[in-house]
């Protein structure tokens, strides 16, 4: 059998504003050992800055910078999305939809009821097709698969809710990442044969399995949630630090070493992508609240939902959210 690496990687968007979701993202990916995705796609991929005719894969932070950021965020998600799947969402609600999202309760909301926005956005739909298809062939030479891209919107109603259940924002943020986390960790493949046994090939670099997460907040220590996560598995402590944690899963024949670590996409292509996957649908879904209000109090100025500017946003559309007796615990979230 030949030795198959497994890489994952898992990050979030949106845990420090007061409006708009938390979105958890997660990247799976298999290839031969030693398969690195940043030097395979190098023809197609850039990593360390913006360059002309390639789509950035890095911490979505960096790649969503400038006057062009969200064009160049959108290009990113849209492209590996249509490489994975073979076209382009052609509304939010077609992307939710495919990504199953709970609609029914995003509706609660009135500024979702339309999620009928065009995309992409700001991007080339033809030239994001295009790309999308030649990153799909680049994959294919190197025989690296794109196995799953997950995005979960953690809406503010949602968000409150966990609060409110575990009355501590580090546990509520690792229960909205353990969905996405356990659904990636499904995708394990069993482990590979024994040096020597059948299917070895004299020479051959040792397969990983591994899955980088950034760090929930300040957190170091993960063993009893990844327990609770995995309770078939047996979990190992490799290694706890202030920068770095780390461990070992062994569950039904498969095991992965799960990471932990500050500034997890710099460590890893899938966790870079995942970055890019999360910032982009709440983008998306910011950009439907904003247009709602804007729709309905005329010059307001839109927002990002970080808190001072989150705060001056409430400040102006209160007459509305009043007259609309709309319920604060689905737009404000209390930590």
């Keep these: 059998m030949r030795r198959v690496n497994f890489l994952a990687g898992v990050d979030e968007a949106g845990l420090g504003p007061i409006l708009g979701p938390l979105v958890v993202a997660g990247v799976a990916m298999a290839g031969p050992a030693g398969a690195d995705p940043w030097r395979a796609l190098r023809g197609q991929v850039s990593r360390r800055k913006h360059v002309k005719g390639k789509v950035r894969v890095a911490d979505s932070k960096k790649v969503n910078q400038g006057p062009q950021g969200r064009q160049r965020l959108e290009e990113t998600a849209l492209v590996f999305w249509t490489a ?76 409150n809710g966990l609060i409110a259940d575990t009355d501590n924002k580090s546990r509520a943020h690792f ?47 993960y063993e009893h949630d990844l327990r609770r996560l995995r309770p078939r598995a047996e979990v190992e402590i490799v290694l706890e630090t202030p920068a770095v944690s780390s461990y070992l899963l062994r569950e039904q024949g498969s095991e992965i070493t799960v990471t932990f670590a500050e500034r997890g996409e710099e460590r890893a292509f899938p966790t870079a992508l995942a970055s890019c996957f999360a910032k982009y649908l709440r983008e998306l879904m910011v950009e439907v609240l904003n247009r709602w209000f804007c729709a309905r109090i005329p010059g307001l100025k839109p927002t990002a939902g970080y808190y001072v500017d989150g705060h001056r946003f409430l400040d102006d559309v209160l007459p509305q959210v ?9 737009l404000v979230r209390v930590r």
């Design 322 to 330: 009043e007259a609309l007796a709309l319920p604060r615990e689905r």
């Design 84 to 159: 994975r799947h073979g076209s382009t969402p052609a509304t939010l609600r077609e992307w939710l939809e495919q990504l199953g999202a709970d609609l029914p309760q995003l509706s609660r909301c009135p500024w979702y009821e339309d999620l009928d926005l065009t995309l992409p956005l700001a991007a080339d739909p033809g030239l994001v097709e295009l790309r999308g298809a030649v990153v799909a062939r680049a994959l294919g030479r190197h025989g690296i698969e794109l196995l799953d891209l997950a995005v979960r919107p953690v809406d503010v109603e949602e968000w």
């Design 175 to 221: 229960h909205a990442y353990a969905e996405v986390l356990g659904r990636i960790l499904d995708r394990v493949p069993a482990a590979p044969p024994a040096a020597g046994g059948e299917g070895d090939s004299e020479g051959d670099a040792p397969a990983r399995r591994q899955l980088v997460a950034d760090r929930c907040g300040g957190r170091m220590h």
